[in-house]
């Protein structure tokens, strides 16, 4: 083992930390400087917070945005110092996004046992391409990671300041009671050999108590305002609860959580070998309880918050963004696993099976960094600005459908002096007083179907659509009388 690991004493893990985080701010500062337009889930906010007062912040809010109203003071705070624009907006879910970065791989160096292990937690973190997408984006996911990576670092900390703020931080996430309770209930020792002792379930039930009040005051000045029924239906199919009638699709969407964080990142071969040292990790802990780390303990816990809170709270648990507070802990069992079967080849003298792991580890960071460059460069989703300067020179009058509406209205510089006219619906409805000279029509895809009765009624009203600019999901035509 100490033959086989002696790079570390050459190479220490701070430096790969280091050199790790390097590549992770690269690509953050990429995309956020890229300084893309608001996409749909971002526009609904920046409306709100370019049109609404702080007073109106707790109540009822423009197409009822699903983002914590405290969390949105402080996005208000940042356009009262910096004025409207959107690297002014994004800033503190960047800043967040950066530290929350850095914690990650601080975890990974503290919990791996090898320079091996930790390679391969960094390696699973370029990987993450969903996490690498919330470096510009303005909404809550990348606080909502911070948080559940701080609830370790201060959870060991017997301060009255440490545990408000780990407590009072329920306040500004709407998935933090998770990570929270798990990490405590792992702390305790729960089903790993300790009694259920008056001390234990008086604390037990004065956490769950002060959550409750806090969920009870986040309801009142957030929550009720939500349209839920609306959010079910829009990701009843990442909700375990949606499905009990169907083993056969619950199970998919339980092996999607477990499992798809990298479909569109790796190659099946490394996606099924992550998931099996997870496997590997997890079995090992329900087996050996007693002896299991917290944070391996932990790790479990919420996995287990995640389902339960999927089969009764209707929380999506697809690989999205909206559980990406449970993708560090995800990632720490695969690194567990994956030193676990080190250790194992090494008590066993397996010198092929050693070195060929360790050429799998630097395969998959070629992978992973491979997959945060491109990260780096890849066009961002719904972007208004690459077609700006075409739509400026060749449009006088603007047709936008539903689909681009609030991210036309939204975009901080505007359109200039262009005649725009907003449509609600993708129905074909010549206006009158439409001047075909120089007439052009944007719509966006991926959020609303493509918009096929709106072309059957251009042709019919002798229109032709001619592409001025495709790019990425954002199509803008120019309209010309059909000779």
């Known amino acids: 083992m100490a033959s086989f690991y002696s790079v570390e004493a050459r190479i220490k893990k701070v430096t790969l930390q280091g050199l790790a985080f390097t590549l992770l701010a690269v ?76 914690l990650w791989l601080d975890f990974f160096r503290k919990k791996s046992k090898t320079t091996w292990g930790f390679l391969f937690g960094a390696a699973m973190l370029f990987s993450s391409s969903e996490w690498l997408r919330q470096s510009a984006n303005l909404k809550q996911y990348s606080l909502d990671v911070l948080l559940s990576l701080c609830v370790f670092i201060f959870l060991n900390r017997k301060t009255i300041a440490s545990r408000l703020m780990l407590v009072a931080s329920t306040l500004v996430s709407y998935t933090y009671p998770i990570p929270l309770f798990a990490a405590f209930v792992a702390k305790e020792k729960v089903f790993r050999g300790a009694r259920f002792t008056r001390s234990f379930l008086l604390r037990c039930l004065g956490l769950l108590l002060v ?37 056969f699709t619950a199970g998919r969407i339980l092996f999607e959580f477990l499992f798809g964080w990298y479909r569109f990142s790796l190659p099946i071969f490394f996606q099924v070998l992550v998931f099996l040292f997870l496997i590997i990790e997890a079995i090992k802990i329900v087996l050996d309880q007693k002896r299991a780390p917290v944070e391996a303990a932990a790790c479990l816990w919420i996995l287990f918050g995640c389902i339960v809170s999927s089969l009764f709270l209707n929380l999506p648990i697809a690989p999205d963004r909206i559980v990406l507070f449970s993708l560090p802990f995800i990632q720490l069992l695969s690194l567990r696993g994956f030193e676990r079967f080190l250790a194992w080849s090494s008590a066993r003298s397996c010198v ?8 799998l580890c630097l395969v998959f960071l070629f992978y992973g960094a491979k997959n945060a460059n491109g990260a780096r460069r890849e066009l961002i989703w719904q972007d208004l600005r690459p077609v700006r300067k075409t739509l400026l020179n060749d449009c006088s009058t603007l047709i936008v459908l539903e689909s681009a509406v609030i991210q036309v209205k939204t975009l901080p510089e505007g359109l200039g002096d262009k005649k725009i006219v907003y449509r609600e619906s993708d ?50 035509y120019r309209l010309a009388k059909s000779s």
């Open 211 to 247: 959550i409750a009040i806090l969920r009870l005051v986040l309801y009142q000045i957030d929550m009720k305002f939500m349209s839920h029924s609306t959010l079910v239906n829009y990701w009843s199919a990442s909700i375990l609860g949606a499905h009990l009638h169907s083993p």
């Open 352 to 359: 092929i099976v050693r070195s060929l792991a360790a050429c």
């Open 427 to 476: 129905e074909w409805e010549p206006a009158p007083a439409l001047n075909p000279q120089n007439l052009c029509l944007l719509f966006i895809t991926g959020t609303a179907p493509w918009p096929a009765s709106f072309f059957e009624g251009l042709k019919k009203a002798g229109y032709q659509a001619l592409p001025l600019s495709l790019y990425p999901s954002v199509f803008l």
């Open 27 to 102: 690509v953050g500062f990429s995309r956020y400087f890229r300084n893309a337009s608001f996409w749909l889930d971002e526009a609904y906010i920046a409306t709100n917070i370019k049109n609404h007062p702080v007073t109106d912040y707790f109540g009822p809010l423009d197409y009822t945005p699903t983002f914590p109203r405290i969390y949105l003071l402080l996005i208000k705070l940042c356009h009262f110092i910096g004025g409207y624009s959107t690297l002014v907006l994004r800033f503190f879910p960047f800043l967040f996004w950066l530290l929350a970065s850095y």
